[in-house]
């Protein structure tokens, strides 16, 4: 996670670079930046909330929830926050780097919406097939060429970031967590680095596979796999840390219904049916949870261990009260 954080900040200060020299850029070319939002105002794209339509409500709930709380069991909150240092940096810095993450999004929607008023021809030639392609046509045919290198570095800067994230978090913790344990906790440092690596390239090529036979763009591959751990890993771990009766026989249950239910919807459902497929799945996870920690338990579970983690490492560390003898 330090080489992920390195590696993010410094590229995350050429998108940032990049982007607001693009925006400054444009700006002047519609007349400023009051112009575009004022358009935008007009044009009706700040309305955020559904109509009243359930099918709609339902539908932007799902999104919602796919990338607030998909995005929690994953490198992009969760291994952060246990990675810091202490509770006070692991606050903060959720805080600090959602708040800047937030106000920074703006800044390629103003991109984006500015192309409709510099290109409308252009856009509406691409808004149905291939919409990822306006903004870097737009640079290309109406910005500077200092202005081009600087979007194109931070667009690559962007994809190396998620790239380089997506694939080393993943990589250390399946190594660590299922693969150490599997073969023996006696493993040394280089051999644990040496698997690493090679889990590392062995899923840097199987997404490269991926990525090169889906037709769908970036935002949709994305959000594929923020529902994936959406209904498999977010019902158990938040469960697993607030309540006290969550077992492990509850947490596989939460994860054999929830990814169950959410690919039979994908494979066998509708095409846009009225609850989401990842709405379905974070439903019957959290069905599985409940179920699965209240029946007759047939998994191992040692509820101690939940008062351990809550009182942090200290506590998981001291005997337990039973095992302590009292000498006089």
């Not at 040496?194 to 997404?207: A, D, E, G, K, N």
């Amino acid at each position: 996670m330090w080489a992920v954080a390195i590696t993010d900040f410094l590229q995350m200060i050429i998108i940032v670079i990049g982007m607001l020299w693009i925006g400054g850029e444009l700006s002047q070319q519609v007349g400023g930046v009051a112009v575009v939002v004022e358009h935008a105002r007009a044009a009706g794209k700040f309305s955020f909330w559904p109509s009243a339509n359930a099918a709609e409500i339902v539908g932007f709930f799902a999104a919602w929830i796919t990338m607030m709380f998909g995005s929690i069991p994953q490198q992009d909150v969760f291994q952060r926050v246990q990675s810091s240092k202490t509770e006070r940096i692991a606050v903060w810095g959720s805080v600090l780097g959602g708040s800047l993450y937030f106000i920074f999004a703006f800044v390629p929607m103003f991109l984006a919406f500015s192309a409709t008023m510099i290109d409308p021809q252009m856009v509406a030639s691409l808004i149905d097939t291939d919409s990822q392609l306006i903004l870097p046509n737009l640079v290309l045919k109406h910005a500077p060429l200092f202005a081009q290198i600087m979007f194109f570095g931070a667009l690559l800067s962007a994809i190396k970031s998620c790239a380089s994230a997506t694939l080393l978090a993943p990589s250390v913790t399946f190594s660590e967590n299922i693969l150490k344990p599997m073969v023996g906790h006696r493993m040394s440092d280089r051999n644990l680095l040496r698997m690493m690596r090679l889990v590392t390239l062995s899923f840097t090529i199987i997404v490269t596979l991926y990525a090169i036979n889906s037709k769908a763009s970036i935002f949709k591959m994305v959000e594929n796999a923020y529902q994936i751990t959406l209904v498999s890993a977010f019902i158990p771990l938040v469960f697993g840390i607030y309540w006290r009766h969550a077992t492990n026989q509850g947490a596989l249950l939460a994860i054999f219904f929830g990814i169950g239910v959410w690919l039979s919807v994908l494979i066998a459902g509708p095409e846009n049916p009225f609850i989401p497929a990842q709405l379905a799945g974070v439903m019957a996870s959290f069905f599985g949870m409940i179920a699965g920690s209240l029946l007759p338990q047939f998994v191992h579970h040692d509820p101690r261990i939940h008062d351990q983690l809550r009182h942090g490492h200290h506590a998981a560390i001291q005997p337990h009260p039973e095992h302590v003898h009292h000498h006089t």
